[in-house]
């Protein structure tokens, strides 16, 4: 695992920079999309290089992590919706280019195991955009989350709820209590997982992540046992890690040519 420490702004260039490499080098690249806070500035990096450079996501297909049950199709959380806004519509995917799990589905079990049909059938996600809560979940693997899940139904715990209730005015009883997700073992398939981190908040689950034991407590720790993951974190998401000075030092002395 790589651990990369340094400004936010800085950090959104380094993951635009992974994507681009990989979308220039594979046209036909199949991406992982994460929504919340965390790579919306990766996103206007992208759009702004697609609109200022000509980068093209015109043969890429992207696979959304994750979607809340029951919101309504129109709902500007759906995070579908939310896709649509912050990254798909400001670049050039195809059309049915970016998928994401059937929140409103009536078969909801059914659909979980189409949409990890999809991604196989694919030919899996190339590079998969992660957030992480402040409880350590990746997508919406809680806490308790089996290392080897799928994609699923999860409910919701009570601190996701109340973290997310910013997005709903503030307002915790327009949060819903279900979502599907990619489950962990879902996610480790894919090729190169880039993770984001900022502020304070998320200083114990990043601490937890890059040193703590591998645990179904804290789920994003199996990103330990990934083979090509990056973990990218701003001085206060970095806070509590013990090998700070050893992180800085290893991406200091990094050849320029090696990227993420």
């Avoid at 260039?13 to 490499?21: S, Y």
């Avoid at 290089?49 to 029951?70: C, I, K, Q, T, W």
């Avoid at 279900?178 to 502020?199: E, F, K, N, P, Y």
Wanted: some cysteine; aromatic content about 6%.
């Amino acid at each position: 695992m790589e651990v990369v420490i340094a400004p936010a702004d800085e950090l959104a260039r380094l993951a635009a920079d992974a994507v681009e490499r990989l979308v220039r080098t594979k046209p036909d690249a199949v991406l992982g999309l994460a929504t919340g806070s965390s790579p919306l500035k990766v996103y206007d990096e992208l759009a702004r290089r697609h609109a200022e450079d000509g980068l093209s996501f015109a043969g890429a297909r992207a696979f959304m992590l994750d979607e809340y049950v029951g919101l309504p199709a129109e709902h500007p959380e759906r995070y579908r919706n939310v896709i649509e806004k912050e990254i798909a519509s400001r670049v050039d995917f195809a059309p049915g280019a970016v998928q994401g799990p059937d929140g409103l589905a009536e078969d909801l079990p059914t659909a979980c195991a189409a949409y990890e049909r999809a991604i196989v059938d694919a030919g899996g996600v190339d590079l998969q955009i992660l957030g992480i809560g402040t409880d350590g979940h990746i997508a919406f693997n809680e806490p308790g989350s089996s290392l080897a899940s799928r994609t699923r139904i999860k409910t919701l715990t009570q601190q996701t709820r109340e973290d997310n209730a910013r997005f709903f005015d503030d307002d915790i009883d327009k949060v819903p209590h279900h979502c599907l997700t990619q489950g962990l073992a879902t996610i480790m398939s894919a090729r190169h997982l880039v993770l984001l981190a900022t502020g304070k908040g998320k200083a114990e689950a990043v601490h937890q992540l890059a040193e703590g034991a591998v645990s179904a407590l804290w789920p994003a720790t199996i990103m330990q046992m990934h083979p090509h993951a990056t973990v990218l974190v701003d001085d206060a998401a970095a806070s509590r890690l013990q090998l700070a000075g050893y992180y800085r030092q290893t991406f200091a002395s990094k050849p320029g040519w090696q990227g993420l």
